[in-house]
């Protein structure tokens, strides 16, 4: 794990505090391509526990972001039919920046430039706690799943495959 005496200052964090939600901070080594893999080892935490803020479009290119176990992946087919799309399908890094105002590798659903409807995977909210990005490569935050709904109202899907 990196030390550094306190957290970064990012739009998620602002967020998370304006919002009156506890969490940790947790600065890691970002590996570029090494995924959630990556953080959890360097947390010393399971891969399930991480999630992943993954920021996704339907066929009209409204986006959308889902949060998913680390270990997991979506099904976009499964997705589209529960939220009543033709298609969904991963956005390019550079729109996805422009959606959220995030650097892929770094994307929070917390603090995103434009609100975006968040689908969350239902099995997340059966962990005590979660560690999803902060806002920063390199950086996640701790949070309890319940405080997810609290803040972001997010719609429970079932598109969670092993991967």
């Given amino acids: 794990m990196k030390h550094e005496d306190h957290a970064p200052e990012t739009p998620a964090t602002r967020f998370l505090r304006q919002h009156r939600v506890a969490h940790s901070n947790h600065l890691y080594e970002y590996e570029e391509h090494g995924?959630?893999?990556?953080?959890a080892r360097a947390l010393n935490v399971d891969e399930h526990a991480v999630v992943k803020t993954l920021v996704m479009e339907d066929e009209a290119g409204k986006p959308l972001i889902v949060l998913m176990h680390g270990d997991?992946?979506?099904s976009t087919k499964n997705l589209a039919r529960q939220i009543g799309a033709k298609s969904v399908s991963p956005c390019r890094p550079e729109t996805a920046q422009r959606h959220t105002g995030y650097l892929v590798g770094g994307t929070s659903p917390f603090g995103t430039k434009k609100i975006l409807p968040v689908y969350i995977e239902k099995t997340i909210l059966?962990?005590?706690l979660i560690y999803i990005n902060g806002g920063r490569r390199g950086f996640l935050v701790g949070v309890q799943p319940h405080e997810i709904v609290r803040v972001l109202t997010p719609t429970q899907v079932?598109?969670?495959?092993?991967?």
Avoid: A, N, Q
């Fill in 35 to 39: 995924g959630t893999g990556t953080s």
């Fill in 72 to 74: 997991r992946k979506v």
């Fill in 126 to 128: 059966d962990l005590p």
């Fill in 158 to 163: 079932e598109c969670g495959l092993v991967d």
